[in-house]
C-alpha cells in the first residue's frame, strides 16, 4: 500500500519537526519544503497519493497567488490547510478558488486527523470541504455581506448560534454553511424542525429511547443527539419547543450528557447546537413561554436574517441562483424580462426567499425554456403596489415600463362599520383624467383589491388581522373577497 503524503510548507525546521511528527503518529509521510522554490522542484505534489499542503497562515500569506497559481497547475490541485495562532484567518482571500480548511494552534491530533480526512474527501472527489461553499446563502448586498463575515468568525468555534429572522430567509442555509466552514465538517449535519414534532414525541426524537420504554418502542431508537456525534444539531423553530422540553435541553447544554428515555445510563456527547427561530424570544420570555436561562445559553453569538424586502439588491443574484437550481437539469430553464424583473423588485416578498423560490419553480413548470414577461406572473406580482422600490437600493438595470395613464393614489381614511364601505382621500388632487375617459366602477374596485391584498399581506394571510388594518368587520372582508374571489 503506498503511504499518503502531505506537503509541509515551513521555513522553521523546528516548526516543521514538530508537525512531521504528529503526521507520522497518523501513518502520513511529511514532505518538508522550506519555500515555494523548494516546492517546485519537489516532485510529489503532482503524486495522487499526496493530500495536501500545509502551511501556516503566514506562510500562505506571503505566497499569495504564487503558491494559489503553482497549486492550480497541477494536474488535481491539492487543498490548503492553513494553520492560524488566532482562529480568524482570512483563508478565502489568500487561497483563491481552491478547497481550503482551517486548523488552530496548537495543534491537536484529533482534530489534524479530522481536517485531513477532509482534505482526503477533495482528493476523493466528494465535495464536502469547506471551501466548496456547496450551502453558502447567496447574495452581496450589505446585510449579507455582514451575514457572511458573522459565519465566518463563528464556524471555527464550537459556540452555540442562535438564527434569528422570519420564515423563509433562509436560516438553514446558514446553519449548513456554518458546519460546512468548521471543523465538524466531516461530521454529520442533523436538523430537527421542532415545531414539527409533537411536544409528547420530541423527546424520543432527541435523545433516543430504551426497547418497551412506552407503548409501542418495540426496539431502542437512536435519538438525533447520538447522530449528530461529532458533528452539528440543527434545532430549527426552537421558539415552538415546549418548557418541558426546554428544561431537558438545557441540561444537555450545561452537562453535555444526556439519557435515552427509559433509560438512567448517561450518554456523553459531543455536538454543536446551532438553533434558530422566527419567533421574538424577548417577547416569549416576558410571556413565560421560553426559559430566560434557556435562551442565553443558545444566544452566545445571534446571526439576524435580513428578509429579502430589506435586500432587493441581492433579487438578481437570487433569481439567477434559483433559476438554475429549478430549471436547468430538466432543460425547462427560464429567463425574465426587464417588465418581469421590475413587478417582482416592487413586491414585499413576506414570504421572503422562499416565497421566491416557490415563484420561479411554477414558471418553470408553467414556461419552461421561455422568458417571462409581467403577463406571465400571477396577478398578486404584477399588481404589487411600489412599496421600498423608489427608496430601496435595488441595482436592476430595468424597470417597469411606464403606464400611460396617470393613477390615482388613493388611501383608507374611515370606514362605515355597517356597510363597510371604505372612505379613501385623494393624495394627488391634480392627477390627470386619461384620455378617452376611465371606468370609474372597475377602477375603484382595483384599488380596493390592491388594498386588500396589501392588509392581507401585512396580516401573513388572517382575514382578522387584514380586516383590523382596513377598519372593517371580518365578515364584511370575507364578504369582500367572495366578491372579488380573493383567498386569504
Not at 409533537?198 to 418497551?212: C, Q, V
Request: glycine share 6%; net charge neutral.
Amino acid at each position: 500500500m503506498v503511504e499518503a503524503k502531505v506537503i509541509v510548507i515551513e521555513p522553521s525546521d523546528s516548526e516543521a519537526a514538530a508537525l512531521s511528527a504528529l503526521l507520522r503518529f497518523l501513518d502520513l509521510e511529511p514532505i518538508h519544503v522550506r519555500d515555494l522554490a523548494e516546492l517546485r522542484q519537489s516532485a510529489h505534489c503532482n503524486m495522487p497519493e499526496c493530500l495536501a499542503v500545509i502551511a501556516r497562515r503566514e506562510t500562505v500569506a506571503a505566497l499569495g497567488s504564487e503558491l494559489v497559481a503553482m497549486l492550480r497547475g497541477m494536474r488535481q490541485p491539492l487543498p490548503v490547510i492553513c494553520i492560524s495562532a488566532d482562529g480568524l484567518p482570512k483563508i478565502a482571500e489568500s487561497c483563491g478558488d481552491l478547497a481550503w480548511f482551517q486548523l488552530e494552534t496548537p495543534v491537536k491530533q484529533r482534530r489534524l486527523s479530522s481536517v485531513l480526512q477532509q482534505a482526503q474527501n477533495v482528493r476523493s472527489g466528494h465535495p464536502t470541504q469547506p471551501g466548496a461553499h456547496r450551502f453558502r446563502p447567496s447574495g452581496a448586498s450589505k446585510a449579507m455581506r455582514a451575514v457572511h463575515r458573522l459565519i465566518e468568525q463563528v464556524a471555527p468555534f464550537d459556540t452555540n448560534v442562535l438564527i434569528l429572522g422570519e420564515s423563509g430567509t433562509g436560516k438553514e442555509m446558514v446553519a449548513r454553511h456554518v458546519h460546512e466552514l468548521s471543523g465538524r465538517a466531516a461530521h454529520p449535519f442533523v436538523p430537527v424542525n421542532c415545531g414539527a414534532i409533537p411536544a409528547d414525541l420530541l423527546e424520543s426524537e432527541l435523545f433516543g429511547h430504551e426497547k418497551g420504554a412506552f407503548t409501542g418502542a418495540l426496539s431502542t431508537r437512536l435519538g438525533r443527539f447520538e447522530f449528530a456525534e461529532g458533528g452539528t444539531l440543527f434545532l430549527d423553530e426552537i421558539g415552538d419547543m415546549s418548557l418541558q422540553m426546554q428544561v431537558k435541553l438545557l441540561r444537555v447544554l450545561q452537562e453535555r450528557s444526556f439519557e435515552r428515555v427509559g433509560s438512567n445510563k448517561t450518554i456523553r456527547c459531543n455536538v454543536r447546537i446551532i438553533a434558530a427561530t422566527h419567533r421574538d424570544l424577548d417577547a416569549a420570555i416576558i410571556a413565560g413561554r421560553f426559559r430566560e436561562d434557556l435562551y442565553y445559553r443558545l444566544n452566545v453569538f445571534p446571526v439576524q436574517m435580513p428578509p429579502l424586502r430589506e435586500r432587493l439588491d441581492d433579487l438578481p443574484v437570487l433569481i439567477e441562483h434559483l433559476v438554475q437550481r429549478h430549471g436547468h437539469s430538466a432543460g425547462r430553464k427560464i429567463q425574465l424580462d426587464q417588465a418581469a424583473m421590475g413587478c417582482l423588485a416592487r413586491n414585499r416578498w413576506p414570504g421572503n426567499v422562499r416565497e421566491l423560490a416557490n415563484l420561479l419553480e411554477r414558471l418553470a413548470i408553467l414556461f419552461p425554456a421561455q422568458t417571462i414577461g409581467a403577463v406571465d406572473l400571477p396577478d398578486r406580482y404584477r399588481s404589487a403596489p411600489a412599496v421600498g422600490w423608489l427608496g430601496s437600493e435595488v441595482r436592476i438595470d430595468a424597470r417597469p415600463e411606464p403606464i400611460e395613464e396617470t393613477a390615482i393614489l388613493l388611501q383608507p381614511q374611515l370606514s362605515d362599520l355597517d356597510s363597510g364601505t371604505v372612505v379613501y382621500e385623494m393624495l394627488d388632487t391634480e392627477a390627470a383624467l386619461p384620455r378617452g375617459g376611465i371606468d370609474l366602477k372597475d377602477h375603484m374596485s382595483s384599488i380596493e383589491i390592491g388594498l386588500i391584498r396589501k392588509a392581507l399581506e401585512e396580516a401573513d394571510g388572517t382575514v382578522a388581522g387584514a380586516a383590523r388594518l382596513l377598519r372593517m368587520r371580518r365578515t364584511t372582508l370575507v364578504e369582500k373577497l367572495r366578491k372579488y374571489r380573493l383567498s386569504a
